[in-house]
């Protein structure tokens, strides 16, 4: 079975350099990306002096205008092309990233609270843009055939680089020991090399049709006149299918909210009870390297269930993950630095573990719907109560950490005495149950999700 995975991707080979070049580009910009994004809380309190409240309004002011954008970002990638877009995304963010750095390296500059905040906020919108980018292009330049294998591809460049934006966060501050505002700096070349790559690899934006399929009804995207983005978005949002889509996700966002604990609540969680050499990247790493590992071995096996039970079971299983980091860490050991390096890394492994098995066949779906030349509109449309849970998360992360998670919290976990209800367990107790009450809830209207769905 996992022979034919890979044989499965053989019909990659038809695939246009087009395809291949975004990829590399999803490959860098998601090293980049998840860098940034896991470094972003740390990088506001340590290197700006933002305290943990100040700091998770600020990353909320960014997921709050993502989630805003994503509404038109899709709308203007169908409008501008593939590759106009992905200039436009990529030349935008490597100016605001070279800002941050400078803002990061001046501890003399006014205001650098504000100046940074309004970088990031400044960056949302192309931010956005890339994703739409991504996901139009995964089915623009793959044939019918190779749809499917196309978008496990992505997955997996994606979760590749995610591993690397991880370990490039303690690159840069544990093994060369410089400031966090140096992950950025990365991201400016990175930027720069993504420009090259789309200038000689993305030429052709016409919807690829292989052997034996039938070419598109009517104009190509690329060919003749471009529908303006407000007429786009007013015929997609007339597609019942798509908002029974966004109830779906919206049930399983307590699920969806977890990856945003990973930069948002998991960082200082972590420096606040392993202490201020945890690996904080490495174990951030943990999960999309076992994505990676697991789109290889197990998606196979997961092909071979329906769709909705895919996307309820395997959140089900990621919501789990949190319930690992109620248990009293006593149980995993007397040391508190190597408890919560045991538990973290249980915790990623349930986590991966449930992502593997919905997370890639969720995008393949919403793809796989989208109406010709909506591709980014819809795709965009779908992604909007993940973000909206982002945003929720960023404006109380603040305020959960110092609920329950404050700044010498773990040497008073081993000083003893302390209640539950002021422990961090305490917090991953109710996201837990928020997380887990949903998947219940979709599961209970499993009737109306499936009704009239091709599984």
């Keep these: 079975m996992i022979l034919q995975y890979f044989r499965d991707f053989g ?27 896991n470094i972003a809380s740390v990088f506001l309190s340590e290197d700006i002096g933002l305290d943990d409240k100040t700091a998770g309004y600020s990353i909320s002011l960014f997921t709050a205008a993502t989630t805003i954008f994503l509404f038109f970002s899709g709308t203007v990638t169908d409008w501008l092309g593939i590759r106009k877009s992905t200039y436009l995304a990529m030349i935008a963010q490597g100016v605001l990233r070279l800002g941050l750095v400078v803002v990061g390296l001046m501890p003399d500059l006014p205001y650098r609270g504000w100046l940074a905040t309004g970088l990031l906020f400044l960056m949302a919108p192309f931010m956005a843009m890339i994703q739409t980018v991504f996901q139009c292009a995964n089915k623009r330049f793959t044939s019918e055939k190779a749809r499917s294998a196309g978008f496990s591809l992505w997955y997996l460049f994606m979760n590749i680089g995610a591993a690397g934006g991880g370990f490039l966060i303690d690159i840069v501050r544990k093994a060369m020991g410089l400031p966090n505002a140096h992950v950025f700096s990365v991201g400016v070349g990175l930027a720069v090399i993504c420009c090259v790559i789309t200038f000689f690899m993305v030429r052709n934006e016409e919807q690829m049709v292989g052997p034996g399929e039938a070419p598109s009804v009517g104009k190509s995207p690329a060919e003749g006149p471009r529908k303006k983005p407000w007429e786009i978005a007013a015929a997609v949002v007339r597609e019942p299918a798509l908002w029974k889509l966004l109830t779906l996700i919206a049930m399983l966002l307590g699920v969806r909210a977890i990856f945003s604990y990973l930069y948002l609540l998991f960082p200082k969680y972590w420096l606040r009870t392993i202490g201020e050499d945890a690996a904080m990247g490495t174990l951030q790493a943990i999960n999309p390297i076992l994505i990676v590992v697991g789109i290889v071995a197990f998606i196979p096996l ?93 404006v109380v992360s603040g305020h959960l950490l110092v609920r329950w998670c404050p700044e010498g919290i773990g040497e008073r976990m081993v000083a003893g005495g302390l209640p539950f209800w002021q422990s961090p367990a305490a917090m991953w107790l109710v996201l837990s149950v928020y997380a887990l009450g949903g998947c219940f809830l979709a599961l209970l209207l499993r009737g109306w999700f499936t009704r009239g769905l091709k599984e």
């Excluded at 449930?354 to 969720?362: A, D, H, Q, R, T």
């Design 11 to 37: 019909v990659l080979r038809e695939a246009r350099r087009e395809y291949w070049g975004i990829q590399i580009v999803n490959l860098l910009d998601c090293t980049i990306y998840f860098g940034l994004l």
């Design 302 to 394: 997961v092909n071979r269930f329906r769709l909705f039970s895919m996307l309820v079971y395997g959140s089900m299983i990621s919501a789990v993950s949190l319930v690992v980091l109620v248990v009293p860490w006593q149980w995993f050991s007397p040391d508190i630095a190597r408890a919560h390096y045991l538990m973290a890394i249980l915790s990623m492994i349930i986590l991966s573990i449930g992502e593997v098995v919905w997370s890639p066949k969720l995008y393949e779906y919403t793809g796989a719907i989208a109406p010709e030349g909506q591709e980014g509109t819809y795709l965009g449309l779908s992604m909007v109560p993940w973000f909206l849970a982002k945003t929720v998360v960023s």
